[in-house]
């Protein structure tokens, strides 16, 4: 009788740990997330002037802390977010490819591309404008 409870009660803990220590790894993945060391990033295809511009694909990137960055412990940090969390990043674009599939229309900003820049006449500093 003393051998069975002690099982009960281990199987328990093991359940109890098993779930504490999947809650902090989604707390972790919460955490980088909200500290911009992985970041979704969302690629468009298509004309602008014809249909509007169409998601493409999905990402889950490095973070970009500009330059120079923070240093070689951020750089350490991004890495092994990358690594450590890589199932998690998975199952984050498959949800954003559930939720905002490749080929549904774009909704964010296109940014110019370097050719709309020369039409308008700006380019290069040493550049005359085209007439």
């Given amino acids: 009788m003393f051998q069975a409870r002690t099982l009960r009660r281990n199987a328990w803990?093991?359940?109890?740990?098993?779930v504490g220590a999947v809650a902090t790894y989604l707390l972790g993945y919460a955490a980088i997330r909200s500290e911009?060391?992985?970041?979704?990033?969302?690629?468009?295809?298509?004309?602008?002037e014809v249909e509007g511009p169409t998601v493409a694909s999905h990402g889950i990137i490095a973070g970009d802390f500009g330059?120079?960055?923070?240093g070689p412990s951020?750089?350490?940090?991004?890495?092994?977010?990358?690594?450590?969390?890589?199932?998690?990043?998975?199952?984050?674009?498959v949800?954003?490819?559930?939720?905002?599939?490749?080929?549904?229309?774009?909704?964010?900003?296109?940014?110019?591309?370097?050719?709309?820049?020369?039409?308008?006449?700006g380019g290069a500093p040493d550049e005359a404008p085209s007439k």
């Fill in 13 to 18: 803990m093991q359940r109890a740990i098993l």
């Fill in 36 to 48: 911009h060391l992985l970041v979704h990033s969302k690629s468009f295809a298509g004309s602008v």
């Fill in 67 to 70: 330059a120079p960055m923070l």
């Fill in 74 to 93: 951020t750089t350490l940090a991004t890495i092994i977010a990358g690594v450590v969390y890589w199932p998690v990043t998975k199952a984050e674009i």
């Fill in 95 to 121: 949800y954003w490819n559930i939720v905002e599939p490749p080929g549904s229309p774009y909704d964010g900003e296109v940014p110019p591309s370097p050719d709309d820049d020369r039409k308008l006449g």
